[in-house]
């Protein structure tokens, strides 16, 4: 027993109180806990005054790591974006029908981003963070002005499914259920359309702003050509999956992209050439589909480190795989409590960021396969989350209708 537990022998019984805070107490810390000592009832001698163990229970639950809380959400938030230039706002959107632009530092409401009719499952600012985009699911994209807070433009399409700012021109893309890439230039509204199968799809605008990369419910990967508007190559067959591809992400310099989907695998692909480079799969089956799709261990979440040869692979079951690029093995399995949601890396470092449907958001160490710390705080799943440049900093969405910043501290920091 460490120092910080303390046994109480009573006639029948042995009560056990732990510190659940590994840290030392500050002064706002034991200002809150002795609101809540009942000093008059001080003499009692049965164990009235201790907690019950679903008491205890209870206050691990309300463990609560964030420094603010963003509570003007009424319904789940499902997506959140940090602004590129000064990562000093950030933009939610939730079940509620609602996009909020926010301050970090203290949580103050800018604007409200207003008019939309269905959940708003897509925000994001421009690359100069000038403008910021929020989609619904209906498919009404409106997009505001930050520093005047008014909307300047707006679209509808078909059910949206991806929405995301080129690069580096006030230029929006957007995927809908029916497969159609658009391309938008904003507020001009200049406007393309990318044909493609009939199927839901995931996109991403690669790094040069020249090319996107789509993952379609077929199981086909497309790279094109944003300027001439046809497809450069088209993944598919034995190349492509065996199912809907969830997620995809691409390596600093856009060469190469790895695609994910519900078959359990994840395929690397040569956005020169087209090329399959190789799958990975963590139960070594080579991307074979499960019996079903629903018994496969589906891949959510991807992406590349940028200092280390490294491919993180984020899968149902909640498992993290950090694959080597050079060998295409497995260099370490990180396991968690339940299902990883999304996965990202820092931007300068080996680490890793995970959150999922246990609360909790996490970093790894991909060096060595080592849980480097954990964030509790959210009462439900977390759903999203975005890392500021130097990654000291981690802004989460939940279901819990809340959305949090934590502090990431680091030894090294």
Not at 21 to 27: C, F, M, R
Not at 48 to 54: A, I, P, V
Not at 326 to 346: D, F, K, P, S, Y
């Amino acid at each position: 027993m460490d120092q910080n537990s303390i046994e109480l022998h009573g006639d029948e019984e042995i009560i056990e109180v732990i510190d659940l805070n590994d840290t030392e107490p500050g002064p706002d810390d034991l200002a809150d806990d002795l609101e809540d000592v009942d000093f008059e009832d001080g003499g009692a001698e049965d164990n009235e005054g201790w907690e019950t163990e679903d008491e205890m229970e209870a206050e691990e639950v309300e463990q609560d790591d964030s420094e603010l809380t963003f509570s003007k959400h009424t319904g789940s938030v499902f997506c959140v974006s940090l602004d590129p230039a000064t990562n000093s706002l950030a933009v939610t959107g939730g079940e509620d029908d609602k996009a909020y632009v926010w301050r970090l530092s203290d949580g103050e409401v800018l604007f409200e981003c207003t008019g939309h009719k269905d959940s708003v499952t897509c925000v994001c600012f421009s690359h100069d963070s000038t403008l910021v985009a929020c989609g619904d699911m209906s498919g009404l994209i409106k997009v505001w002005k930050v520093d005047s807070k008014e909307e300047v433009w707006s679209f509808e399409v078909s059910d949206l499914e991806w929405l995301e700012w080129h690069p580096c021109a006030p230029v929006l893309l957007a995927g809908t259920d029916d497969g159609n890439m658009w391309m938008w230039k904003v507020p001009g509204g200049e406007c393309k359309t990318f044909p493609s199968p009939a199927c839901h799809a995931n996109g991403r605008v690669l790094p040069d702003g020249k090319r996107a990369v789509v993952g379609y419910e077929d199981g086909s990967v497309r790279v094109w050509d944003l300027k001439q508007g046809n497809a450069l190559h088209v993944i598919k067959g034995r190349d492509g999956h065996q199912g809907a591809v969830t997620c995809l992400a691409s390596n600093k310099d856009g060469s190469l992209v790895v695609t994910g989907s519900v078959d359990g695998s994840a395929k690397l692909i040569n956005t020169a050439t087209g090329k399959m480079v190789c799958v990975f799969s963590v139960d070594g089956l080579k991307g074979m589909p499960s019996a079903s799709q629903e018994e496969s261990n589906s891949v959510e979440s991807v992406g590349f480190c940028n200092i280390l040869p490294l491919v993180g692979v984020a899968y149902l079951d909640g498992t993290l795989a950090i694959y080597d690029l050079a060998t295409q093995g497995l260099r370490h399995r990180c396991q968690h409590e339940a299902g990883i949601v999304h996965m990202q890396w820092e931007e300068s470092s080996s680490l890793v960021s995970t959150c999922g449907l246990d609360g909790a958001l996490r970093q790894w160490d991909a060096r060595s396969g080592n849980l480097v710390s954990e964030y509790r705080g959210h009462a439900a799943e977390v759903l999203a989350f975005a890392l500021n440049r130097d990654a000291s900093m981690a802004v989460t969405a939940s279901g819990d209708n809340q959305a949090k910043v934590f502090c990431l501290q680091r030894p090294d920091r």
